[in-house]
Nanobody, 126 residues
């Protein structure tokens, strides 16, 4: 079993930065690829970024590429999401998710992930 806990959310102004962290405990962290998703009120959950377990390669949605950076620390078993130049449309609950057998073609599908955190709220005011 894998447990995932997000932290770092809050209320910021447009243009500010925020760093989210996902603490992963349980089975060997290095076996899992990890992603961040977000869900705004009344909208479907959408993919934000992913980092693969073996290669460390990263992938981003078009809406955040160039502003957000995902990183992982296998020693600390954490995955962070550095968010810069935040916009009001980034307002959402942010979730981290993990899967042991993630493939590139599935990174954007929330059904591809076996484990999820409880989410952390990010609110960006204009």
């Amino acid at each position: 079993q894998v447990q995932m806990v997000e932290s770092g959310g809050g209320l910021v102004q447009a243009g500010d930065s925020l760093r989210l962290s996902c603490a992963v405990s349980g089975r060997s962290f290095s076996r899992y690829s990890v992603a961040w998703f977000r869900q705004a009120a009344g909208k479907e959950r959408e993919f934000v970024a992913a980092i693969f377990r073996n290669t460390g390669r990263t992938y981003y949605s078009d809406s955040v590429r160039g502003r957000f950076t995902i990183s992982r620390d296998n020693a600390k078993t954490t995955v962070d999401l550095q968010m810069n130049s935040l916009k009001p449309e980034d307002t959402a609950v942010y979730y981290c998710a993990a899967d042991q057998s993630l493939i590139l073609s599935s990174i954007g599908q929330h059904t591809a992930y076996d484990y999820w955190g409880q989410g952390t709220q990010v609110t960006v005011s204009s």
